[in-house]
């Protein structure tokens, strides 16, 4: 067993319990316990549940983010207070003042990388489960958690279109590199995605302008690229893994962006809209949507207005 082995340890033996469950949950309802459906389908199971622990962290995630869209108006004053200073001391105390205006409004930048680190180690025990299945399988290996020599036998001889769940792009056939291929396609143009509706609808002009978003930015493009060309060695049981987490990440983010948009954001606007056409009041720290003031109703045909005195008017001016 190599040190990441013995590192991940107990992440593995959690991620393996995890799938034995569910492989033996869809066995129990009739499916084959050697078809590569149901191992998929063990996998998909085992993301669901990694997402939904991860939700409180997602709720923080967000509660940060609005954070920093509020306390954008300070931060572009701390950049127009030191704008064109480069010695090491301005940099430093800007730093400094930057990181205590976070300190003092409880958030943080880098907040909204936090479920993607923590599922970091997750991805790599499910990703060393999955490799050492074949060692399981033949007794070269301790078996970990619920995945039994019995299970491991069954996971290592099952395969989705005649692939194996070990196989990579890097391995033999047309076919393995074809379906790997699709994966990771469909997996970098998930997350693309899925940034791209965070920046474009759910920040402020003046987030947007920011120059940490202006970095963001480049990871938006970067990210899918450093996945793709790392997704060519994931296992095809990886791939999915990923894959089903983009899309909970996607339909998650959709679902927040349209009811808890961030402050001043294009969503926030489409949401007063929509509040404003059904008579419903603004959110609170919203500011209302303003209607069209409407026009007054023209007189009927063939009527024509009588002319009222200035004292007339001045009488019902009074009145109202």
């Not at 190599?2 to 991620?15: C, K």
């Not at 409880?106 to 990703?127: D, E, H």
């Not at 450093?226 to 999915?240: D, E, K, N, Q, R």
Request: with cysteine; hydrophobic share 45%; proline share 6%.
């Amino acid at each position: 067993m190599g040190w990441i082995d013995t590192l991940l340890l107990p992440l593995q033996w959690v991620v393996a319990w995890i799938l034995a469950i569910f492989h033996q949950i869809f066995t129990t309802l009739g499916m084959d316990g050697g078809s590569g459906w149901t191992w998929i389908l063990s996998i998909a199971g085992l993301t669901i549940v990694v997402r939904a622990v991860l939700i409180p962290l997602f709720v923080y995630q967000i509660k940060a983010q609005r954070k920093m869209q509020l306390i954008q108006p300070d931060i572009q004053r701390l950049q127009a207070k030191y704008k064109g200073k480069k010695d090491q001391f301005s940099r430093q105390a800007m730093a400094e003042e930057q990181m205590a205006l976070f300190k003092q409004h409880g958030t943080n930048p880098w907040a909204s990388c936090l479920p993607l680190l923590v599922q970091i180690p997750i991805f790599l025990s499910l990703f060393r489960v999955i490799n050492n299945t074949h060692g399981i399988a033949a007794g070269t290996i301790e078996p970990i958690g619920g995945l039994t020599r019995e299970l491991a036998m069954s996971a290592d001889a099952a395969t989705i279109l005649g692939i194996p769940l070990q196989a990579t792009f890097m391995s033999d056939g047309i076919g393995v590199k074809a379906l790997t291929a699709v994966l990771i396609i469909i997996m970098g143009a998930s997350q693309f995605i899925t940034q791209k509706q965070m920046m474009t609808k759910n920040m402020s002009e003046a987030a947007l302008n920011n120059p940490f978003m202006q970095q963001q930015k480049m990871m938006l493009y970067l990210m899918p690229v450093v996945f793709a060309i790392g997704g060519i060695y994931f296992p095809l049981g990886v791939l999915v893994y990923w894959l089903v987490s983009n899309f909970w990440t996607m339909a998650q983010q959709f679902i927040v962006i349209r009811n808890m948009p961030s402050p001043g954001s294009k969503a926030e606007k489409e949401l007063m809209e929509r509040r404003a056409k059904k008579g419903k009041t603004a959110l609170p720290g919203s500011k209302p949507i303003e209607m069209a003031p409407q026009p007054e109703p023209a007189p009927a045909a063939g009527q024509r207005q009588q002319p009222v005195s200035k004292a007339r008017q001045k009488k019902k001016k009074k009145k109202k």
